[in-house]
Nanobody, 119 residues
Framework: QVQVVESGGGLVQAGGSLRLSCAASGSIFSVRTMGWYRQAPGKQRELVADIFSDGSTNYGDSVKGRFTISRDNAKNTVYLQMNSLKPEDTAVYYC?????????????WGQGTQVTVSS
C-alpha cells in the first residue's frame, strides 16, 4: 500500500503566499517524479510543476516565476512554495507521485487540498 498525502492548503488574500507539502509513504522502493497539478471548477486538471529525481523541474506557464517546487528525497516529500498568489490560482491542488515498488512503476495521486485566493 502507498499513501500520498497533501497538506498546507487554505484561504489567502491575493498577493499572499502558501506552502503545500506532499508526503509519500508505504511500500516504496524509490520515488521518481513528484509533482503538483490543480483543477478549478469547470476546468481540466493542469500541470502546476513537477520535479524529477535528479532535481530538474518543469513549470506550467501560468505559475513560472511565482511558484517554486522542491523535494526532500530522504522523506519522499515534495513542496510547493506559492508566492504572489492570484484569484485565478484558486483550485484543488493534487500531488502526483511516480513510485517504484513491488507492483512496478505506478502513478499515485493524493486526495487534493483546496487553495482559495480572495481578491
Amino acid at each position: 500500500q502507498v499513501q500520498v498525502v497533501e497538506s498546507g492548503g487554505g484561504l489567502v488574500q491575493a498577493g499572499g503566499s502558501l506552502r503545500l507539502s506532499c508526503a509519500a509513504s508505504g511500500s516504496i522502493f524509490s520515488v521518481r517524479t513528484m509533482g503538483w497539478y490543480r483543477q478549478a471548477p469547470g476546468k481540466q486538471r493542469e500541470l502546476v510543476a513537477d520535479i524529477f529525481s535528479d532535481g530538474s523541474t518543469n513549470y506550467g506557464d501560468s505559475v513560472k516565476g511565482r511558484f517554486t517546487i522542491s523535494r526532500d528525497n530522504a522523506k519522499n516529500t515534495v513542496y510547493l512554495q506559492m508566492n504572489s498568489l492570484k484569484p485565478e490560482d484558486t483550485a484543488v491542488y493534487y500531488c502526483k507521485a511516480l513510485i517504484y515498488n513491488t507492483l512496478g512503476l505506478k502513478v499515485y495521486w493524493g486526495q487534493g487540498t483546496q487553495v482559495t485566493v480572495s481578491s
